[in-house]
């Protein structure tokens, strides 16, 4: 199994619906966080979150909300979807991995389109 | 604020010839920095990193200076092959949140 899990891998939906993206890791890691990749935008910060008492906005966190209901589950809300959100969206936590480094690990993406 | 200026695309080249992406930082201190690559229809993977200045990262072929004097890390690979095509993005980490502060990305295409 992967360490981080972002489910839906791809998902369609229409404009005013609520959307929820998941994401679920497995490294033990207190801090995790939600991107969006846009081509030729890079990724931009949306949420995240040090522990579950602990949700700070990122840089563009308008029309999204999130939920930290464990310390290895993390959920992205879109409560009324529009097209200008669809985009590709990371999953990722930060902390120290296997070699006693520290360092960010990345899902596999959710590519979400909003028609 | 952080911010990071990557080379713009796309780049294109044939197989074995010398690839510069550049990147350009700003930021307060001492941030570490990374190169990502996101392969066709992946997700990211760190490529390589640095943490402090003159450290230099490499990784499959791939290499980066960190200059603390001219604010760069830019990426070099001395012979490129078809499966290094993908986008690379540049990130830097800085502050207490440990937000990465990624450039837009360059799509980088190798032809045999």
């Known amino acids: 199994d992967a360490d981080v899990t972002q489910t839906p891998r791809n998902r369609i939906t229409k404009t005013g619906k609520r959307i929820m993206l998941e994401c679920s890791q497995t490294k033990g890691h207190d801090r995790m966080y939600w991107y969006r990749q846009d081509p030729g935008l890079g990724l931009r910060l949306i949420y995240y979150?040090?522990?579950?008492?602990?949700?700070n906005k990122g840089e563009i966190s308008d029309g999204y909300s999130v939920s930290r209901q464990a310390q290895a589950k993390f959920s992205l809300s879109l409560e009324s979807a529009i097209p200008n959100q669809t985009a590709l969206y990371f999953c990722?936590?930060?902390?120290?991995?296997?070699?006693?480094?520290?360092?960010?690990?990345f899902g596999s993406g959710t590519r979400l389109t909003v028609v | 604020g952080n911010s990071v200026t990557q080379m713009e695309g796309p780049v294109t080249l044939s197989e074995e010839a010398f690839l510069t992406i550049n990147c350009t930082y700003t930021?307060?201190?001492?941030?570490?920095l990374f190169w990502y690559v996101q392969y066709p229809g992946e997700g990211l993977q760190l490529l390589l990193k640095?943490?402090?200045?003159?450290d230099k990262g490499s990784n499959k072929g791939f290499e980066a200076t960190y200059r603390k004097e001219t604010t760069s890390f830019h990426l070099e690979k001395g012979s490129v092959q078809v499966s290094d095509s993908a986008v690379y993005f540049c990130?830097?980490?800085?502050?207490?949140?440990?937000?990465?502060?990624f450039g837009k990305g360059t799509l980088l295409t190798v032809n045999p």
């Open positions: 990130a830097l980490l800085r502050g207490s949140n440990y937000k990465l502060t």
């Open positions: 930021a307060t201190g001492y941030p570490s």
């Open positions: 979150s040090f522990d579950v008492k602990d949700i």
């Open positions: 990722a936590t930060f902390g120290r991995s296997g070699d006693g480094d520290y360092g960010y690990t």
């Open positions: 640095a943490t402090k200045a003159d």
